[in-house]
T-cell receptor, first 113, second 116 residues
Framework: DAGITQSPRHKVTETGTPVTLRCHQT?????MYWYRQDPGHGLRLIHY???????DKGEVSDGYSVSRSKTEDFLLTLESATSSQTSVYFC????????????FGSGTRLTVV | AQSVTQLGSHVSVSEGALVLLRCNYS??????LFWYVQYPNQGLQLLLK??????LVKGINGFEAEFKKSETSFHLTKPSAHMSDAAEYFC??????????????FGKGTLLTVNP
């Protein structure tokens, strides 16, 4: 979607290696979110950010960390990738205010072998 | 806290038939409600959303949904299914409160199949 990009789009990595996914926005939105999508589970929130250096855990945060050193970038790191982290990862952004909607990135397909 | 339940992980309809996808939510404060569609190997596309005001919400591609507070429901309907409607549909809720940081909670999804 316009205003939000995720990189890489696809990645294959080995068990035990660290992996960082990037979410970049050009909308200057305050809120940013990382979700993972797995069959039968829908999208589940991993971590989110409500401002620069302000982050918090979602419902499936174990094994993941995040950082947001500037408004436009929200990084998701798998400290030591495991096969259970094979998934499609989506980033989303939202402006501050009651009528803003959410914009989702195109997703990153991560395979841990 | 908030949660979403989508009844039926798989719904199959004939082309031209009514589409009804069910969504029930729980939220401790007034909710924002959303329906998203995802086509195979693609991202999420917003179909429609309810924030405040009119409880019958019209979206893209002929879909609509009605917010029923008394039933805590936000079911998605379309009068006549097209083959192109075959996709996975997700209902989602966020709390109408900045203190919640507008976290969006999704249901597990309903896969819609349209038969010719």
């Amino acid at each position: 979607d316009a205003g939000i990009t995720q990189s890489p789009r696809h990645k294959v990595t080995e068990t035990g290696t660290p992996v960082t996914l990037r979410c970049h926005q050009t909308e200057n939105h305050r809120y940013m979110y990382w979700y993972r999508q797995d069959p039968g589970h829908g999208l589940r929130l991993i971590h989110y950010s409500y401002g620069v250096k302000d982050t918090d855990k979602g419902e499936v945060s174990d094994g993941y960390s995040v950082s947001r050193s500037k408004t436009e970038d929200f990084l998701l790191t798998l400290e030591s990738a495991t096969s259970s982290q094979t998934s499609v990862y989506f980033c989303a952004i939202r402006g501050q205010g009651v009528y803003y909607g959410y914009t989702f990135g195109s997703g990153t397909r991560l395979t841990v072998v | 806290a908030q949660s979403v339940t989508q009844l039926g992980s798989h719904v199959s309809v004939s082309e031209g038939a009514l589409v009804l996808l069910r969504c029930n939510y729980s939220s401790s404060v007034p909710p924002y409600l959303f329906w998203y569609v995802q086509y195979p190997n693609q991202g999420l596309q917003l179909l429609l959303k309810y924030t405040t005001g009119a409880t019958l919400v019209k979206g893209i591609n002929g879909f609509e949904a009605e917010f029923k507070k008394s039933e805590t429901s936000f079911h998605l309907t379309k009068p006549s299914a097209h083959m192109s409607d075959a996709a996975e549909y997700f209902c989602a809720v966020s709390m109408n409160s900045g203190g919640s940081n507008y976290k969006l909670t999704f249901g597990k999804g309903t896969l819609l199949t349209v038969n010719p």
